[in-house]
């Protein structure tokens, strides 16, 4: 699973960026202050393949697929939709919906209450010109690719008839019924019960295997992204700080903020995790200058502080955007990478 | 007060003011909390739903107990009518929960209250001082137009009526410290503040007052993973610094194994298992128990599918009448849908279990998975098909 083997990218997004304007309160004629929510971020989405964004909350992950889906325009960078260079400026047209669909975290709220399933299916269909005789077959076929079964059973029911699984399934189905080619999920699981959880991502993974779709998977759970995800990568304040193949960011992470992201999981069978010393006071500081994570990395150094680092290639298809990783304080690394080193198998990507 | 005597009416009526028939003094009890048969329904009548049903807990004092399940599996409706703090039309038909509240003047001996039977006077009393709560929305559960000291002021006003102005302040500002939080935040309002903060705020409330027992309703539910790892580890430190027993709600298992010394697990309104953490985690032994813990991608290990549990989560209008997991349960046999398993001890007093699987006269042996000694590799378990 190399890059030579791929096929072309359905979708790229070229240097996106993202800045939203505030008016800081109380300052002398209207301040303002520019916060960059996404800051140069480039990356491809593939034909069957899942690539997973990971992040906490305010990383700038869930704009990231809003300017993607064209709902959110980005300030500069352009997107390229199979081959095809799009004007981000301009509106949104139906193609480019019909090719990119957008699934959202809470099924209850994305899901309208007051009409029944059939609805929520059928009004896609016909707006993206489907024939009135044939929508009831084409949800019917959406429902059934969502391990909805059998789909007779749910196209008259309400939204609250359905539980969290069932409802987020019906939103897939909703994405899924225009027959789109990348399929953007914000987080699609976080809203859901634990047991259900697993049915979503394998249903995910599924539908990636089998219809060669792709797939931007957003999360802020570092585990299910390497459950499931073919390329991962991790932001921070807006910024790409690493990205790697396979598993290989959860089991060798470089760079200090995916490493206090995967200290951070719960993970019973590791011992030291439950070591309460490690609390660490983090304060969501971005620093306006120099790396962004520097005020609460634990191995900052000046450089850190003053300049912001370049991508580093750590790996085969990985990169670190982290100065430790200049190739003279390679050594450093080793110091501060303790944590969750694991000889588990390698990982082949 | 037996069970069978037991009056709706008088829990629904708070304001009647009733002499409580168990409130005594005594030597310091080891449990904190005893809760015995304790069942909760939603509605009467036709429409009657058991939320929480025949759920017997002991909590030691000092001791984390966890509690575990799916949304609809009853763990929140347990903790509140525990607390008496259900609203109509959840209602309280059977069972009692003692509380035994240290003396404040004596530490060697405690007063038992039922809670179950205490008039809102004694409630008043207990709660806060002696029970608090952590609610899970910390932005819901702060007034949003008040700023944060004044929430410390009131609760220390009523229940400490002989502290001056200046030493609410200081106390106040004391509590901020222990949870890691500047006393600047005193004076800022709720949406001022950033999900983690106002958590912290809502812990350092809770232990305003010293109390028992601190009830946390999935604290870090809405928070991301670093600062929940940030809170758990606060909880940890404060716990070793002040003693105090805690229950703690979560759907999240793993974090569970971490934080509790002992695990309860719930589906639909039942306790389906119950064991010390690590034996939990090491050596299930309810297939739904089981499905839980498989259901989190481990962080670790070759890349292999996983299942979950399948179906969804169960309907309490609508239960099987016999097992209530068993339309979802891979180990099921013919006995399951007729008969509900009740929770039985098995290897230890600690340890019970609601599955047929263990009883004696099971038809089929335990599956391995459900067999397991505590304390073996968990990664070592076979691998199923690999996939990457």
């Not at chain 1, 290639?313 to 694991?342: D, F, N, Y």
């Not at chain 2, 006077?121 to 559960?141: D, F, G, P």
């Amino acid at each position: 699973m190399t890059d030579a083997t791929l096929s072309p990218s359905v979708l790229s997004a070229r240097h996106l960026t993202r800045h939203f304007t505030t008016r800081v309160p109380g300052r002398f004629l209207n301040a303002k202050r520019v916060v960059r929510a996404v800051d140069d971020v480039s990356l491809d989405l593939f034909e069957g393949r899942v690539t997973a964004v990971v992040g906490e909350s305010g990383s700038g992950k869930s704009v990231l697929a809003r300017m993607l889906a064209r709902i959110v325009t980005p300030t500069s960078g352009e997107l390229v939709l199979e081959g095809t260079p799009i004007p981000v400026r301009s509106k949104r047209t139906l193609d480019y919906a019909a090719m990119v669909q957008l699934v959202l975290q809470d099924p209850y709220a994305s899901v309208n209450p007051v009409h029944r399933i059939r609805h929520a299916l059928e009004r896609p269909l016909l707006i993206h010109g489907a024939n009135k005789s044939d929508v009831e077959e084409q949800a019917k076929t959406a429902l059934a690719r969502v391990s909805l079964e059998p789909p007779e059973r749910f196209l008259d029911r309400y939204a609250h008839e359905l539980s969290g699984g069932q409802l987020q399934r019906v939103s897939i189905a909703r994405a899924l019924c225009v027959k789109p080619d990348v399929l953007l999920a914000d987080e699609p699981i976080s809203m859901l019960d634990v047991s259900v959880r697993l049915g979503i991502l394998n249903l995910l993974r599924g539908l990636c295997d089998s219809e060669h779709l792709a797939i931007l998977y957003i999360t802020h759970d570092i585990a299910s992204a390497r459950y499931i995800a073919d390329e991962t990568i991790v932001m921070y304040a807006g910024q790409i700080v690493e990205r790697s193949h396979g598993t290989t960011l959860v089991d060798e992470p470089t760079h200090p903020y995916t490493q206090l992201l995967i200290s951070s999981v719960p993970d019973p069978s590791d011992p030291t995790s439950q070591d309460p010393t490690k609390s660490e006071h983090a304060t969501f500081a971005v620093a306006d200058v120099g790396c962004r994570f520097a005020p609460r990395c634990p191995s900052a150094m000046d450089v850190c502080r003053v300049e912001d680092p370049p991508d580093f290639i750590v790996g085969e298809g990985h990169t670190s955007h982290c100065w430790l990783h200049a190739s003279e304080p390679r050594a450093a690394v080793e110091m501060a990478l303790p944590q969750r080193r694991r000889e588990g198998e390698p990982t082949t990507t | 007060m037996s069970a069978d005597t037991f009056d709706i009416q008088a829990v629904s009526d708070p304001l009647e003011p009733r002499d409580s028939d168990v409130v005594v003094a005594n030597e310091r009890s080891e449990f904190v909390l005893e809760v015995t048969n304790f069942s909760v329904d939603y509605g009467v009548g036709d429409n009657m739903v058991r939320a929480v049903n025949d759920v017997t807990l002991h909590l030691r004092r000092s001791k984390v107990l966890g509690i575990a399940g799916e949304s609809g599996s009853g763990k929140s409706t347990l903790v509140y009518a525990m607390t008496r703090l259900l609203r109509a039309p959840g209602v309280i038909s059977a069972g009692d929960v003692i509380l035994n509240v240290t003396n404040p003047d004596n530490e060697t001996e405690s007063t038992s209250v039922n809670l179950v039977t205490a008039s809102e006077k004694e409630l008043r009393k207990v709660r806060w001082s002696h029970v608090s709560i952590v609610l899970q929305s910390a932005l819901s559960a702060l007034n949003p137009v008040l700023r944060v000291g004044r929430e410390f002021d009131e609760v220390l006003k009523t229940h400490r009526p002989d502290m001056s102005k200046v030493q609410r302040r200081s106390r106040a500002a004391e509590l901020l410290a222990m949870v890691g939080l500047n006393e600047d935040r005193l004076v800022r309002f709720p949406h001022e503040l950033s999900g983690g903060q106002r958590q912290r705020i809502m812990i350092a409330l809770a232990l305003a007052l010293d109390p028992d027992l601190v009830i946390m309703d999935e604290p870090t539910t809405a928070l991301d993973v670093v600062t929940q790892r940030e809170i758990i580890s606060e909880l940890h430190h404060l716990r070793s610094r002040f003693g105090f027993a805690m229950i703690f709600i979560t759907h999240d298992l793993s974090l569970l194994v971490e934080l509790a010394d002992e695990i309860v697990v719930m589906y639909a309104g039942e306790i389906v298992e119950r064991a010390g953490a690590r034996e939990l985690y090491d050596a299930p032994r309810h297939p739904y128990t089981l499905g839980l813990l498989n259901s989190f991608p481990p962080l670790h290990g070759q890349r292999r599918e996983l299942t979950g549990i399948p179906g969804s989560p169960p309907d309490l209008s609508d239960l099987p009448q016999g097992c209530n997991f068993y339309p979802r349960c891979p180990f099921r046999m013919a006995r399951c849908e007729h008969e509900a398993p009740a929770l039985t001890s098995i290897e230890n007093a600690d340890r019970g279990v609601a599955c047929w699987l263990h009883s004696p006269d099971s038809p089929i042996a335990v599956p391995v998975e459900l067999s397991r000694t505590a304390n073996p590799a968990r990664n070592s378990a076979p691998a199923e098909r690999s996939r990457s």
